[in-house]
């Protein structure tokens, strides 16, 4: 089984009627869709699952809800996307989708991928940003972050490997590395950590999410997590 969890604000979502989802790969159709909205009134198809939310956390707390309610029942492989995908991965989301359909993975970045989705490489699919100052978002304080959510004893790398978007598959069992009570935490911070790591925390977590799910090409072998 493979659910789909996607984040809206205001973005059309045509795609999911008269794209890859619903015709033009026809697997696709038996995909469970779970539709987060925080835009405003929604006349749209229906879906598995249809939920407004409070417009607060970007895509971090919508992925953090679902997570959370669904922790029990999780599907073999979950897709996170934002309203419109498209911007940040070129013209590989067909590829992305049959990847993820076709092949067992842990942690499946949706980007700018070159080739057959073999097991990635950082050159060429993963950005590099720096923890202290990240030359592509000043200010942002990725080293607060990572301490708020894995812990303050973590030892925080002095650069990270991402894929800018914050879009991604996970199989089941990397989801299940942490426990509910983790991602209940991270969700909770959404609303409940000082006031400038909050704004800045769905930033932060779009570099982090390699690390939070280990992902093993990327991910910081840090034995205090």
């Not at 991965?89 to 049959?98: A, E, Q, R, S």
């Not at 592509?136 to 790398?157: F, I, N, T």
């Amino acid at each position: 089984m493979i659910d789909v969890v996607i984040a809206r604000y205001n973005e059309e979502i045509s795609w999911l009627n008269e794209g890859v989802m619903r015709s033009q790969t026809h697997i696709h159709k038996n995909f469970r869709i779970f539709f987060y909205n925080k835009g405003g009134d929604f006349n749209g198809p229906k879906f598995h699952h249809y939920e407004s939310l409070e417009n607060i956390g970007r895509e971090s707390h919508t992925y953090l809800t679902h997570i959370t309610k669904n922790y029990n029942s999780l599907a073999d492989k979950t897709i996170f996307l934002q309203g419109r995908p498209f911007d940040h991965c070129n013209d590989n989301f067909d590829n992305f989708i049959n990847a993820v359909v076709e092949n067992n993975f842990d942690f499946l970045p949706l980007g700018p991928q070159y080739g057959d989705y073999k097991p990635y490489r950082r050159l060429g699919v993963f950005s590099k940003t720096r923890v202290a100052d990240p030359i592509e978002h000043k200010g942002l304080d990725v080293q607060g972050a990572m301490k708020m959510v894995m812990g303050k004893a973590v030892e925080v790398p002095k650069e990270l490997f991402f894929v800018a978007g914050a879009q991604f598959a996970c199989s089941k069992e990397t989801l299940m590395i942490h426990s509910k009570s983790f991602y209940e935490k991270v969700l909770a911070l959404h609303l409940k950590a000082p006031y400038g790591l909050q704004m800045q925390l769905p930033y932060s977590l779009e570099r982090m999410w390699p690390y939070i799910f280990q992902y093993e090409d990327v991910y910081y072998k840090n034995p205090s997590l």
